[in-house]
């Protein structure tokens, strides 16, 4: 009943990032294994969660590795550790290569990625001059989050509502963001990155993602990916609950990995 539970509530997570997802979506999996749920279940479990975020490429990574070693209950707990442990290295690498990139000057960045956070507070105590603007990032309001979070590590931001941010990008260096996945034709992101990326290459402002290999998707965008976002409002009218959006790689400048500084095409 507890692992259930535990299932559902991952299912149903509509603020948590994607390597933070697949972190408990891992160990959830491992404890099921230990605890001698049959393959079927597992596999189900593991397509729950994939099918629950089709957006999020790591947890559609967790699934194929589920469904290769669900007979091999050892194998399964040690790719499934080994994915993790493989994911939060990369991730460290990439913040690493991001704050070093990070160029001076204003930072446009909308919705919370991890990632995004982690090099902006690195870049920050290695001395760089950056200012932030976080946009709101409705529905959902993570934005608000990550303002309030570098606000704490004494990261000099600021906080706009989501369309006030076509006014800021002329203004800024770099518009950059994190990714749920990097599928076969374009970046999928919080909802209102295609605009805000589209503004930005009419602004000559460069668009950028940080990401690792596990955000990789061999697949192109389908509708599903589109999500289903928090209300905007608690009333009774038609609303648009679109949770993340497609930017094709023509917007993007590049994507900063593991590996480090890639330039798009």
Do not use: N
């Not at 040690?78 to 690493?96: G, K, N, P, Y």
């Not at 931001?157 to 800021?168: K, N």
């Not at 990326?197 to 993602?209: E, I, L, N, R, T």
């Not at 999500?227 to 959006?245: C, E, F, N, S, W």
């Amino acid at each position: 009943m507890q692992r259930r539970q535990e299932l559902e509530r991952l299912c149903a997570d509509r603020k948590s990032g994607a390597a933070t997802l697949t972190r408990k979506a891992a160990r959830l999996l491992v404890r099921m294994v230990k605890s001698g749920v049959d393959p079927p279940t597992l596999v189900a479990a593991a397509e729950r969660l994939s099918g629950a975020h089709p957006a999020m490429a790591p947890l559609w990574h967790l699934m194929q590795l589920t469904r290769q070693h669900a007979a091999m209950p050892r194998h399964l707990v040690l790719a499934l550790r080994q994915f993790a442990a493989d994911m939060d290295a990369h991730i460290q690498s990439a913040v690493t290569h991001t704050a070093e990139w990070l160029p001076e000057g204003v930072v446009l960045t909308h919705s919370f990625s991890s990632l995004v956070f982690r090099a902006l507070v690195q870049a920050h105590r290695q001395g760089k001059g950056e200012r932030i603007v976080c946009t709101a990032s409705h529905p959902g309001s993570e934005g608000v989050g990550m303002a309030k979070a570098l606000m704490r590590e004494g990261v000099a931001v600021t906080l706009v509502a989501d369309l006030q941010a076509f006014a800021w990008l002329p203004r800024c260096a770099v518009l950059l963001v994190g990714a749920d996945a990097l599928c076969l034709d374009g970046l999928v992101h919080k909802v209102g990155t295609r605009p805000l990326a589209m503004m930005a290459k009419q602004s000559g402002v460069p668009f950028w993602s940080v990401a690792t290999s596990e955000k990789c998707l061999p697949l192109p965008w389908r509708e599903e990916m589109k999500g289903k976002a928090p209300p905007v409002a608690k009333i009774g009218v038609a609303q648009d609950r679109t949770l993340y959006d497609l930017t094709e790689w023509q917007l993007v400048a590049g994507v900063i990995d593991e590996e480090g500084v890639k330039i798009q095409g």
